[in-house]
């Protein structure tokens, strides 16, 4: 397997363009996360997804952030405006066990970094 | 909330020693910890879980331990080498959410 593939893994962009991210989890996977990375707040969860469906977006900075999963095999993250503060290091995760098994290693993409102008 | 704390931010060793990487959360009720490699500009590599009913797990050179009553975990590295330079993250599962330490930065000087 391929493992979670990422793209861009380089995005560099002028304040107030749109941003989407893509990921593409595991086969097999039913859990996929979208974190951020930055040097003063570290790794956040911004969006969890099971089966495809948005479980929890309350990590989600401000409603220019959207995140889709229109079947297993692919999600993006978009931005809309993006925002200098947006620049961050972008990664999606995924999982083929609940987290409440205690088991559930995650699997991280290589991230996308996103400077933002 | 769990609160994740990794001590010290950074860590430089000679070639040869044992690493102790230290992890502390706040919340006990947790499914489990999870130890993590980042290398500069790269993703993260899931090295260790150990799950709420564990007490440690070990792969090669590396033994994590979980002691959910003190709310720590401690990853050994042994015979240190200069390929093990990178950041170490320990992150704590609740729910359905990991939370990440801020990381060790370990450099091995050869």
């Known amino acids: 397997d391929a493992g979670v593939i990422q793209s861009p893994r380089h995005e560099v962009t002028e304040m107030g363009q749109e941003v989407t991210l893509r990921c593409k989890p595991i086969s097999g996977h039913d859990y996929l996360f979208w974190y951020r990375q930055t040097m003063m707040r570290g790794l956040e969860l911004l969006i969890y997804f099971n089966n495809n469906v948005p479980i929890d977006d309350s990590g989600m900075p401000e409603d220019r952030f959207s995140a889709k999963m229109p079947n297993a095999s692919f999600s993006t993250l978009k931005i809309q405006p993006s925002e200098p503060r947006d620049s961050a290091v972008y990664f999606c995760?995924?999982?083929?066990?609940?987290?409440?098994?205690?088991?559930?290693?995650?699997?991280f993409g290589a991230g996308s970094r996103l400077t933002v102008l | 909330k769990q609160e994740v704390t990794q001590i010290p931010a950074a860590l430089s060793v000679p070639e040869g020693e044992n690493l102790v990487l230290n992890c502390s959360f706040t919340?006990?009720?947790?499914?489990?910890l999870q130890w993590f490699r980042q290398d500069p500009g790269k993703g993260l590599t899931s090295l260790l879980l150990?799950?709420?009913?564990?007490r440690e797990q070990t792969s090669g050179r590396l033994n994590a331990s979980l002691d959910k009553s003190s709310g720590r975990s401690t990853l050994y590295i042994a015979a240190s080498q200069p390929g093990d330079s990178a950041t170490y993250l320990c992150?704590?599962?609740?729910?359905?959410?990991?939370?990440f330490g801020a990381g060790t930065t370990v450099t091995v000087r050869a």
């Open positions: 150990i799950q709420s009913s564990q």
């Open positions: 995760a995924s999982s083929s066990l609940p987290t409440a098994s205690g088991a559930n290693v995650l699997t």
């Open positions: 919340d006990s009720a947790i499914y489990n």
């Open positions: 992150a704590g599962s609740n729910d359905y959410k990991l939370s």
